[in-house]
């Protein structure tokens, strides 16, 4: 919470609350202290606690902390430098195998997710959206056969939708399905805050378009001199590799429930990673103060980096708007179909990477320019003054020493969406950038593991990490080797160093009919100091 804003993202949670997290452990540990010497009559300094209670160890008595939770709930809280943090010698579950207190209701399906939330008297609300983001609704054809369809409570024209209302959600679908809508196409440059898709649009074209393009390179991480590395290398070695547009593709279908409540307020069940963001931006399209709306956050069903805050990928402004249209509570679900339609994508990219080889056949100068767009440059409409880290981020501060390189952007605007998802930019960025090593290692003639214990050599927590993981695999063999069972088989190995961990890790394949067959995977990773 350094924002200030209740957030979950970044893999920040442990990373960057365990200081805080520990302190409110031991401040709420405090409370129920004194709230136990009240209840025992005895002095705070007698009692100490054990799981779920407060002891008095010279008389034996014991009371749980349910007990007391309504008394030191009252109490006013000490001041955070009041406290003394354990010992980490005497940690009970820090650092120990526990088990997790969600995987059985999680497996069984009793979890409540928000696609399972009702309210009463609530409607079912199911939406087709335009083809292409930036398109309107013209006109409905068959409206009012629609209205007529069993079930079907209402039609509704939304900003590039349409939506359906009904008593079930089954309805609800069947009715917008059938609806035939003439939809209008977006004027151009009238949407200014939208990324309108072009009606021809290709992935291919745009593909070749990275590819070739030329501009402005933005350097943002530099070392020595690349230009002069490569003009005395020995061997010069390119290659230019390709990332795609990835959906979120979640296992919980988007959805969301909005109230109108007869007091003036709005409450909304939505999936989220950041409440106050959404509240406030709740606050500025309803136009009501953000004291009165309410968000329950239930437990996210799926993919982290789709609940952030997506202008046109997310259900919560049409379900509030349909709310507010019936008077009645609306619980919204998108199909896939709709989902893929508006989701926040990962970027393209071509990332053009060129490196110079010594007579030995080890890199010496590497430069790397990424002709893309980062997630949160493609959240809004103009770019910021610095680049974009999640554009670059698998590609920069790489721990291999090597002495002159130059990580660069070729900033190309996307025509799609662009938004987060696991990892940002390391879930492309580092496998490019491994396989590039690889490619240096072939043309050197070097063994791809023996090559990064070389440019390692300087970085005994990552060399001490890649012999573990070679370690664990029973000892490092490229291959191909002749397994027990007869087959054929190679290892490939790879390592990546994102928000503050450090992994490693072995596959070993085979061939079969031309595809790969996993036999074995080992990973290991190292979690921040």
Do not use: C
Not at 126 to 132: C, K, T
Not at 369 to 387: F, M
Request: aromatic share 8%; hydrophobic share 40%.
């Amino acid at each position: 919470m350094d924002s200030g804003m209740r957030i979950t993202g970044g893999s920040m949670s442990v990373r960057n609350g365990y200081p805080a997290m520990r302190r409110l452990g031991a401040l709420g540990r405090e409370m129920l202290l004194q709230a136990g010497a009240q209840h025992l009559g005895v002095p705070v300094s007698e009692l100490t606690t054990q799981p779920g209670q407060v002891v008095h160890v010279a008389s034996g008595r014991t009371v749980n902390y349910g007990d007391l939770a309504h008394v030191a709930m009252d109490l006013p809280v000490p001041g955070p430098a009041s406290v003394k943090l354990r010992d980490p010698s005497q940690f009970r579950w820090i650092g120990k195998s526990v088990k997790r207190l969600d995987i059985y209701e999680k497996s069984t399906g009793k979890v409540d997710y928000a696609i399972d939330v009702r309210v009463d008297g609530m409607l079912h609300a199911a939406v087709q959206h335009a083809p292409r983001l930036g398109m309107t609704v013209g006109s409905i054809r068959n409206e009012e056969q629609v209205r007529q369809m069993k079930g079907v409570h209402s039609v509704h024209r939304l900003p590039g939708a349409v939506a359906v209302v009904a008593e079930r959600w089954w309805h609800a679908r069947r009715g917008v399905e059938a609806l035939l809508v003439n939809w209008v196409e977006a004027e151009p440059g009238a949407a200014s805050d939208i990324r309108v898709m072009p009606a021809d649009f290709s992935t291919e074209e745009f593909r070749k378009h990275l590819a070739t393009v030329s501009g402005k390179e933005e350097n943002a991480e530099t070392r020595g001199d690349v230009t002069r590395g490569l003009k005395n290398a020995h061997t010069i070695v390119e290659a230019t590799y390709f990332s795609q547009y990835v959906n979120h593709g979640q296992l919980e279908p988007p959805s969301a429930l909005a109230r109108y409540n007869p007091d003036g307020t709005l409450d909304v069940w939505l999936p989220n990673q950041a409440p106050d963001m959404f509240r406030a931006d709740m606050a500025r399209r309803t136009g009501m103060d953000a004291e009165k709306i309410t968000i329950h956050s239930p437990l996210l069903g799926g993919f982290f980096g789709r609940h952030f805050l997506y202008d046109h990928g997310s259900p919560y402004p049409q379900a509030i708007a349909l709310a507010k249209a019936t008077g009645r509570p609306i619980k919204l679900i998108w199909t896939r179909e709709e989902e893929f339609l508006r989701d926040a994508l990962r970027p393209m990219a071509a990332v053009r990477f060129r490196a110079g080889l010594d007579e030995t056949g080890r890199p010496v100068a590497l430069d790397v320019v990424s002709a893309t767009e980062g997630a949160t440059e493609g959240l809004g409409t103009k770019r910021g003054k610095d680049l974009d880290p999640t554009a670059l981020e698998g590609l920069t501060n790489k721990a291999y020493d090597i002495p002159d390189r130059r990580i660069a952007q070729l900033f190309v605007r996307n025509p799609a969406t662009l938004g987060y998802w696991r990892s940002v930019g390391n879930s492309m960025n580092d496998f490019l950038y491994e396989t590039f090593l690889d490619e240096l290692a072939d043309k050197g003639h070097q063994d791809p593991y023996e090559l990064r214990l070389h440019l390692l050599r300087d970085n005994r927590r990552l060399t001490t990490l890649l012999k573990a993981v070679a370690d664990l695999s029973g000892g490092w063999k490229r291959g191909p080797f002749t397994a027990a069972d007869g087959s054929r088989r190679a290892r490939g190995i790879g390592m990546a160093s994102p928000f503050g961990s450090e992994a490693a890790a072995i596959a070993e394949v085979s061939l079969e009919n031309g595809r790969v067959r996993v036999h074995e995977v080992w990973v290991l990773i190292f979690t921040e100091n």
